[in-house]
């Protein structure tokens, strides 16, 4: 019988690479400049939120200029009116000409909004890389809420009194995520060149899911790197090497596109493979 590729030592903890919550003070100058000018603008315009969190990268401490997106979350006692939004509308307009990068994405919730499962908020206004309109599943799911929850990092406003969370909810969203995105993703690239933006966007992408399922928690791109590490082969580990590299800014792999992206393709088939196998 062919040995698993899953058949060495799985990490002991969840926490990849010692992950700690992020601080305002620690927050890279681009994204606190942009932020900042936000509020500015929202403020003038008199719509601010009460609060506003990072998430994303930012709140993981994996912002890669270039590559990142600022993620955040506004919070309000109610959902801003119409009149309000289009004035939102008009302030991200604002900011997107003064900072056409990195895009300054994210959602419009309310305080009882945290506290219930994203899958019953519903869909949410939120401004998504240039669009500012209604937001769904895509934008506003369950690892923004266990970000939240368990990486909060606070830019104005009080801490959250509470936020959502439910370990078998979120392991079971990741495996479905794996199971239709990341399966359909896999079905239309099977026969291509992996190009070094492809492998930079499934690689991380599956691993993360893999790491949500296997822990309940949310990790950077460049943890689920690591999570790859720790959880498969070394024979399988130059894709995510790969993937790796190019996150951090080592290099560029090599220039055997189809090669490497067979190898990363079959990988990823092993990891969603393996995620199904787990018993959430």
């Not at 690591?226 to 024979?235: E, K, S």
């Amino acid at each position: 019988m062919e040995e698993s590729p899953f058949g060495k030592t799985v990490m002991a903890t969840k926490t990849v690479a010692g992950m700690s919550n992020m601080t305002k003070a620690e927050i890279p100058e681009p994204v606190f400049e942009v932020t900042e000018r936000y509020l500015e603008l929202a403020q003038r315009a008199g719509v601010a939120p009460a609060a506003l969190y990072l998430t994303g990268s930012v709140a993981l401490n994996d912002f890669r200029e270039g590559l990142s997106n600022i993620n955040f979350v506004a919070v309000n006692a109610e959902t801003p009116p119409r009149e309000e939004l289009a004035v939102l509308a008009e302030v991200h307009k604002e900011l997107r000409a003064e900072y056409p990068l990195p895009w300054f994405s994210g959602i419009y919730l309310t305080w009882d909004d945290l506290k219930r499962n994203p899958a019953l908020v519903g869909k949410v206004p939120g401004h998504i890389e240039g669009h500012f309109g209604s937001v769904g599943s895509a934008d506003s799911n369950p690892a923004v809420w266990m970000t939240l929850r368990k990486h909060l990092l606070t830019f104005r406003g009080a801490d959250p009194t509470e936020v959502w969370s439910d370990e078998a909810v979120f392991k079971r969203w990741n495996l479905d995520r794996i199971n239709t995105f990341w399966r359909s993703w896999m079905s239309r690239n099977e026969e291509k060149p992996m190009t070094a933006q492809a492998l930079l966007f499934a690689l991380p992408g599956v691993l993360r899911q893999h790491y949500g399922v296997s822990f309940g928690d949310v990790c950077s791109k460049a943890d689920a790197c690591r999570h790859g590490f720790g959880v498969i082969a070394d024979v399988w580990h130059g894709p995510i090497q790969d993937a790796l590299s190019l996150r951090t800014g080592a290099h560029t792999p090599d220039g055997r596109p189809y090669q490497r992206g067979q190898k990363a393709l079959a990988l990823i088939r092993l990891l969603i493979a393996d995620a199904n196998k787990k018993n959430i």
